[in-house]
Protein backbone atom coordinates (compact mmCIF):
# COMPACT_ATOMS: atom_id res chain seq x y z
CA UNK A 1 0.00 0.00 0.00
CA UNK A 2 1.08 3.86 -0.91
CA UNK A 3 2.02 5.87 2.06
CA UNK A 4 0.20 9.26 3.25
CA UNK A 5 1.95 11.02 5.21
CA UNK A 6 0.89 11.61 9.19
CA UNK A 7 3.78 11.52 11.52
CA UNK A 8 1.42 11.16 15.01
CA UNK A 9 1.99 8.51 16.93
CA UNK A 10 -0.11 6.01 17.57
CA UNK A 11 -0.13 3.06 20.41
CA UNK A 12 -2.59 1.55 18.38
CA UNK A 13 -0.38 0.78 15.86
CA UNK A 14 1.68 -1.52 18.81
CA UNK A 15 -1.20 -3.22 19.81
CA UNK A 16 -2.86 -4.01 16.53
CA UNK A 17 1.10 -5.81 15.48
CA UNK A 18 1.05 -7.48 18.97
CA UNK A 19 -2.79 -8.68 17.87
CA UNK A 20 -1.27 -9.87 14.75
CA UNK A 21 1.65 -11.91 16.44
CA UNK A 22 -0.80 -13.79 18.39
CA UNK A 23 -3.08 -14.14 15.64
CA UNK A 24 -0.36 -15.75 13.37
CA UNK A 25 2.64 -17.81 14.60
CA UNK A 26 4.71 -16.79 11.63
CA UNK A 27 3.74 -12.76 11.77
CA UNK A 28 6.75 -10.71 11.00
CA UNK A 29 6.75 -6.80 11.01
CA UNK A 30 9.93 -5.89 8.86
CA UNK A 31 11.32 -2.38 8.74
CA UNK A 32 11.40 -2.44 4.76
CA UNK A 33 14.75 -0.61 4.01
CA UNK A 34 16.88 -3.44 6.37
CA UNK A 35 15.19 -6.43 4.15
CA UNK A 36 18.26 -7.94 1.52
CA UNK A 37 14.56 -9.71 -0.16
CA UNK A 38 13.18 -6.21 -0.64
CA UNK A 39 16.15 -4.73 -2.20
CA UNK A 40 16.54 -7.68 -4.41
CA UNK A 41 13.04 -7.08 -5.44
CA UNK A 42 13.21 -3.58 -5.78
CA UNK A 43 16.74 -3.91 -8.25
CA UNK A 44 15.66 -7.10 -9.75
CA UNK A 45 13.12 -5.57 -11.32
CA UNK A 46 13.88 -2.54 -12.27
CA UNK A 47 11.88 -0.99 -9.53
CA UNK A 48 13.98 2.35 -9.85
CA UNK A 49 13.04 3.09 -13.18
CA UNK A 50 9.48 2.56 -12.66
CA UNK A 51 8.82 2.53 -9.11
CA UNK A 52 11.39 4.63 -7.72
CA UNK A 53 9.86 5.08 -4.03
CA UNK A 54 9.04 1.57 -3.87
CA UNK A 55 11.31 1.03 -0.42
CA UNK A 56 10.60 4.59 1.25
CA UNK A 57 6.55 5.05 0.12
CA UNK A 58 4.99 1.54 -0.14
CA UNK A 59 4.22 -1.09 2.46
CA UNK A 60 4.64 -4.63 1.59
CA UNK A 61 3.48 -7.67 2.35
CA UNK A 62 4.08 -11.16 1.88
CA UNK A 63 1.74 -13.36 3.04
CA UNK A 64 2.32 -12.78 7.37
CA UNK A 65 5.52 -10.45 6.64
CA UNK A 66 4.94 -7.39 6.60
CA UNK A 67 7.73 -4.78 5.25
CA UNK A 68 7.18 -1.14 6.50
CA UNK A 69 8.84 2.01 5.37
CA UNK A 70 10.55 2.71 8.87
CA UNK A 71 9.45 6.24 9.11
CA UNK A 72 5.96 4.64 9.27
CA UNK A 73 6.06 2.03 12.22
CA UNK A 74 4.58 3.30 15.37
CA UNK A 75 2.63 5.82 13.49
CA UNK A 76 -0.70 7.09 12.93
CA UNK A 77 0.08 6.62 9.39
CA UNK A 78 1.55 3.32 9.94
CA UNK A 79 -1.76 2.11 12.11
CA UNK A 80 -4.01 2.90 9.13
CA UNK A 81 -1.34 1.06 6.27
CA UNK A 82 -1.29 -1.81 9.05
CA UNK A 83 -5.30 -2.40 9.23
CA UNK A 84 -4.97 -2.58 5.30
CA UNK A 85 -2.84 -4.88 5.54
CA UNK A 86 -4.13 -6.85 8.16
CA UNK A 87 -6.91 -7.70 5.51
CA UNK A 88 -4.18 -8.86 2.88
CA UNK A 89 -3.19 -10.95 5.84
CA UNK A 90 -6.02 -12.18 6.91
CA UNK A 91 -7.38 -12.57 3.07
CA UNK A 92 -4.46 -14.87 2.56
CA UNK A 93 -4.82 -17.29 5.53
CA UNK A 94 -8.44 -17.79 5.00
CA UNK A 95 -8.09 -18.09 1.06
CA UNK A 96 -4.62 -20.30 0.78
CA UNK A 97 -1.13 -18.91 0.40
CA UNK A 98 -1.11 -20.26 -3.06
CA UNK A 99 -4.71 -19.04 -4.73
CA UNK A 100 -3.69 -15.65 -3.17
CA UNK A 101 -0.57 -15.14 -4.33
CA UNK A 102 -1.28 -16.42 -7.83
CA UNK A 103 -4.88 -14.47 -7.82
CA UNK A 104 -3.43 -11.34 -6.51
CA UNK A 105 0.11 -11.41 -8.98
CA UNK A 106 -0.09 -13.41 -11.40
CA UNK A 107 -3.87 -12.90 -13.40
CA UNK A 108 -2.34 -9.95 -15.97
CA UNK A 109 -3.05 -7.77 -17.87
CA UNK A 110 -4.57 -6.18 -15.00
CA UNK A 111 -8.08 -5.00 -16.51
CA UNK A 112 -10.51 -7.26 -13.99
CA UNK A 113 -8.07 -8.86 -12.40
CA UNK A 114 -8.46 -10.23 -8.60
CA UNK A 115 -5.83 -7.95 -7.81
CA UNK A 116 -8.77 -5.13 -7.35
CA UNK A 117 -10.77 -7.42 -5.58
CA UNK A 118 -8.35 -8.13 -2.91
CA UNK A 119 -7.27 -4.21 -2.34
CA UNK A 120 -10.76 -2.80 -2.79
CA UNK A 121 -10.89 -5.30 0.65
CA UNK A 122 -8.00 -3.53 1.82
CA UNK A 123 -8.85 0.14 0.75
CA UNK A 124 -12.23 -0.51 2.62
CA UNK A 125 -10.11 -1.04 5.91
CA UNK A 126 -8.81 2.20 4.88
CA UNK A 127 -11.68 4.39 4.94
CA UNK A 128 -12.90 2.59 8.06
CA UNK A 129 -10.12 4.09 9.81
CA UNK A 130 -10.85 7.29 8.58
CA UNK A 131 -14.63 7.18 9.34
CA UNK A 132 -13.31 5.55 13.21
CA UNK A 133 -10.95 8.58 13.78
CA UNK A 134 -13.52 11.22 12.50
CA UNK A 135 -16.79 10.34 11.56
CA UNK A 136 -16.18 10.63 8.01
CA UNK A 137 -14.52 9.50 4.70
CA UNK A 138 -12.92 13.00 2.95
CA UNK A 139 -13.06 13.48 -0.75
CA UNK A 140 -9.57 13.86 -0.38
CA UNK A 141 -9.42 10.01 0.65
CA UNK A 142 -11.52 9.25 -2.30
CA UNK A 143 -10.15 10.57 -4.94
CA UNK A 144 -6.42 9.51 -3.20
CA UNK A 145 -7.92 5.81 -3.36
CA UNK A 146 -9.52 6.11 -7.00
CA UNK A 147 -5.97 6.74 -8.65
CA UNK A 148 -4.72 3.11 -6.72
CA UNK A 149 -6.98 1.42 -8.48
CA UNK A 150 -6.71 3.42 -12.25
CA UNK A 151 -2.59 4.56 -11.95
CA UNK A 152 0.48 2.57 -12.35
CA UNK A 153 0.66 2.08 -8.40
CA UNK A 154 -0.65 -1.23 -8.55
CA UNK A 155 -0.14 -1.99 -12.39
CA UNK A 156 -3.93 -0.07 -13.46
CA UNK A 157 -5.74 -2.77 -12.03
CA UNK A 158 -8.72 -1.42 -11.87
CA UNK A 159 -8.36 1.62 -15.13
CA UNK A 160 -12.04 2.81 -15.14
CA UNK A 161 -12.31 5.96 -13.47
CA UNK A 162 -16.31 5.95 -13.49
CA UNK A 163 -16.66 2.18 -12.58
CA UNK A 164 -14.20 2.70 -9.50
CA UNK A 165 -15.64 5.97 -8.24
CA UNK A 166 -18.98 4.12 -8.01
CA UNK A 167 -17.60 1.10 -5.94
CA UNK A 168 -15.85 3.27 -3.88
CA UNK A 169 -19.13 5.71 -3.20
CA UNK A 170 -20.96 2.66 -2.99
CA UNK A 171 -18.48 1.39 0.30
CA UNK A 172 -18.22 4.58 1.70
CA UNK A 173 -22.20 4.80 2.08
CA UNK A 174 -21.51 1.73 3.73
CA UNK A 175 -19.20 2.17 5.92
CA UNK A 176 -20.53 6.04 7.07
CA UNK A 177 -23.98 3.87 7.73
CA UNK A 178 -22.20 1.08 9.91
CA UNK A 179 -20.74 4.48 12.01
CA UNK A 180 -18.42 5.91 13.92
CA UNK A 181 -15.06 4.79 16.11
CA UNK A 182 -15.01 1.15 17.48
CA UNK A 183 -11.76 -1.05 18.50
CA UNK A 184 -12.53 -4.28 16.27
CA UNK A 185 -9.68 -5.02 13.20
CA UNK A 186 -12.57 -6.52 12.02
CA UNK A 187 -12.66 -8.77 8.37
CA UNK A 188 -15.91 -8.51 6.88
CA UNK A 189 -17.08 -11.51 4.11
CA UNK A 190 -15.92 -10.61 0.80
CA UNK A 191 -18.57 -9.06 -1.18
CA UNK A 192 -19.01 -9.81 -5.06
CA UNK A 193 -16.31 -9.12 -7.54
CA UNK A 194 -17.17 -5.85 -9.66
ZN1 LIG B 1 -3.25 -3.46 -0.42
Given at each position: M?????A??????????????????T????????????????????????????????????????????????????????????????????????????????????????????E??G???T??????R???????????????????????M?????????L??????R??????????H?????????
Amino acid sequence: MANRTDARSSNHFFELAEDLGRRYRTFRLIPKETSWFMKAIYYGLGMFLWCPTFMTDYTTTIVTWIYMPKNLIGTSAGYEVLRHEAVHVSDCIRTGVLPFVLSYILLLPSVLTLRAYWELRGYRETMRVECERTGDISDETMTWIAKRFTGSDYLWMLPFPKIVRRLLERNRSRILAEGGPHDGHHDPPPSPIP
